[in-house]
């Protein structure tokens, strides 16, 4: 048995996609550690699959200025193995250098890990789209574990709420996928309220608020619509969540959240590979998603995000949503 300890300092989405490498080392007999920022701690402290969690502040502190310090705190742990998911930004690659683990595999190391002198695997991301979590399992294919399938993994610590809502918004994505404009949301929203009698609940964080700056302030205000953006600690965000009957999202850490728990989730893509539902979208079978044509988000540069620019129509993304909402045999987008 092997010791690994495994490094996640970047997205709660990308955390979460990591349970399933976590799950197929374990069930093959390695006892896993994880390290990842200390506010994510509460959806990860329950996985059984874990032998030890650690909060990346409370070991390392400002871990990108004082990264050695994260290096010397990994060296005295004496690990078999290190696992950097995401070998970014460069200092991961120096940590793991400096961590006196003899096996080191780096996924996305670029050339900082191959100068670090990693395992370092490639994704083929853009010419062979596969699910996100299934490049990770690479990591595990590397050490003779198998996979033990695709499914995330999180482990909320609270029973869910007791007043369900039948469908929730969440508008916002970090500015890491590419999604709907902020109005959009609204006209989803205005026809939900219009055309159904269903309690819809918005959702985001603090700094997603002014994705709501210019919305009708009646609308805002309507009965059956709950207003969250900004209100929500992740444990609470778990609790909501396994009350919905949908939950409409862009690619971003609570999709992730919400497919982890069961929860039927709805989310506008891209068609370009890097960004496509193949990679980054629900695998289970609830998991639905409405996609651009092929090819029209090609003129957007790397490192950008489109507003799909009409290429979804909003109306047939809202018919898909009350047939997913309605949970209607058979229903797919």
Known sequence: MSR???LRTDHLGDAILTTPLIRSLAKAGHAVELVLPDAWLPLFSGNPHLAALHGL???AGDWKRHWLRLARWIRSGRYDV???PHARPWQLPLVSLFSGVSCRVAMWGGVWGRLTFHHCLRSGILDRPRPYADILLDCARLLGAPPQGLESEIYPQSPPLE???RIAL???SGGNACNFGPMDYQTLARWFLDETDWDIVLTGTDSE???LAEWDP???THPRLSNQVGALSLEEMARLLPTLALFISPSTGPLHMAASLGVPTLTPFCSRPDVSPRVWGNPRPNGFSMEAPSGACQAVPAGSHCRFAGKIDLRDFFEAALRAASRTP???C
């Open 4 to 6: 690994i300890l495994i």
């Open 57 to 59: 502040q409370a070991v």
């Open 82 to 84: 290190l696992i950097l």
């Open 163 to 165: 007043t369900p809502h």
């Open 170 to 172: 969440h508008p916002g």
């Open 209 to 211: 608020k002014n994705l």
């Open 218 to 220: 009646k609308l805002l």
């Open 330 to 332: 058979g229903a797919a």
